[in-house]
């Protein structure tokens, strides 16, 4: 498949009817209990027993499951392996992403330099920055392109996510500027609230809201670790 | 008040009985509501009024607030200007956070470098790093400290947070020195998960579940600006 038709088959996919967001929390929890069941080599699954190690009736688990078309069978229960597959599909773990990074100052090296993400199926497939002093020049043993090249290197390389790593000032233009050329998703590290309407989906990193959030638990006498997702 | 008087009046308030973490929640959503109520010239306010605006009951309001002690009177309900107050004290939002970075390679840097930290009231206090050919150097206008001076400057600066911006290997043992130094809360930027028991509160700034997150959205078509706190 062509790159752009891979771009194609996710826009059209995302055009349809918006998912309930605590349906897509399920869905990674479903997808973490079939891979459980998997690795301890068991190859069917109901909905009860799904849903019985995580809290969540069969009903809710038929519900979620019945946003993306016919799922197992009635009676009969699911094939792990395949509900693997379509759970992995749904959520987007199936692929590799490629990702613009827009901004290589400080934090734009630090985001290159961070491991996980080539881990988790994320691909740094092109850097751009405004700065003439930065482009051209390898960072982090990454060419830094001009700002006049992203709409064509972002459509060549079919790039479906953006990470905006600028000035504040410059996050909402970037925003644009990704998006105009094709990008169906931000991931905002700029303190300032990106507005693209319902033409992207956004996620904005805000070191900020983190700080605030342990100076809460400090206060409140929380204690251990919670991470953002939990 | 001495600094480290400071330090252990927060540490006797962290002792007591933990709070349900949708109860914290619910506190920020009630301040937000105090002081939009503030703005518009408004005095009192009962539980009814307050719950009435963000969907929750009068009588789950004077549960979350039951853990804090009396509060307002029956039958008059809230001063708004006390209740601001003490839900600003409760949260943490009526001092500044002197803070400790640890780590200031390219992502420490960029952390130093952030401007909303200062104007939300956090400091960073100190910042430390093991490399040699940082120590004694200046660094976004900031003095590179040697770890070796960590347990004292964090304790005569009464530092009571720790933000750790090291290499993964690193994490759990600085996390550990600043625990030991007396912080309380450690913002770890670290791809990996602290063990720190009951001694401290963590969170976790994951830029990789970040960008599954988005990878997730895209993929499910739900478009808009999310972000992580909500």
Redesign the interface.
């Given at each position: 498949m062509s790159g752009s038709a891979v771009g194609d088959k996710?826009r059209k996919?995302?055009?349809?009817?918006?998912?309930p967001?605590p349906t897509?929390k399920r869905l990674?929890l479903y997808l973490r209990e079939v891979d459980r069941r998997l690795a301890a080599g068991e190859v069917r699954v109901s909905s009860r027993q799904l849903g019985q190690e995580i809290g969540v009736t069969d009903t809710q688990i038929r519900k979620d499951l019945s946003w993306f078309g016919q799922f197992g069978q009635a009676g009969v229960g699911y094939l792990l392996d395949d509900l693997g597959s379509r759970l992995r599909q749904?959520?987007?773990?199936d692929r590799t992403?490629k990702?613009a990074l827009v901004g290589a100052?400080?934090?734009g090296?630090?985001?290159m330099?961070?491991?996980?993400?080539a881990?988790?199926?994320?691909e740094i497939a092109a850097v751009f920055d405004a700065d003439p002093r930065l482009v051209g020049t390898e960072v982090v043993k990454r060419r830094i392109r001009p700002m006049a090249d992203l709409d064509r290197l972002v459509r060549d390389r079919d790039i479906?996510?953006g990470?905006v790593s600028v000035p504040?000032e410059a996050a909402q233009v970037t925003a644009d500027l990704l998006i105009d050329a094709g990008v169906?998703?931000?991931?905002n590290f700029a303190?300032v609230?990106?507005?693209?309407?319902?033409?992207?989906?956004?996620?904005?990193?805000?070191?900020?809201?983190?700080?605030?959030?342990?100076?809460?638990?400090?206060?409140?006498?929380?204690?251990?670790?919670?991470?953002?997702?939990e």
């Open positions: 996710i996919m995302s055009s349809r009817q918006q998912i967001g897509v990674t749904i959520l987007g773990k992403w990702t100052g400080r934090l090296q630090a985001i330099s961070y491991g996980p993400f881990r988790e199926g994320f479906l996510l990470i504040k169906l998703g931000i991931l303190p609230r990106l507005e693209v309407g319902d033409r992207a989906s956004v996620v904005t990193v805000d070191f900020s809201a983190r700080l605030e959030q342990l100076a809460f638990q400090v206060s409140l006498g929380l204690k251990g670790s919670i991470d953002v997702d």
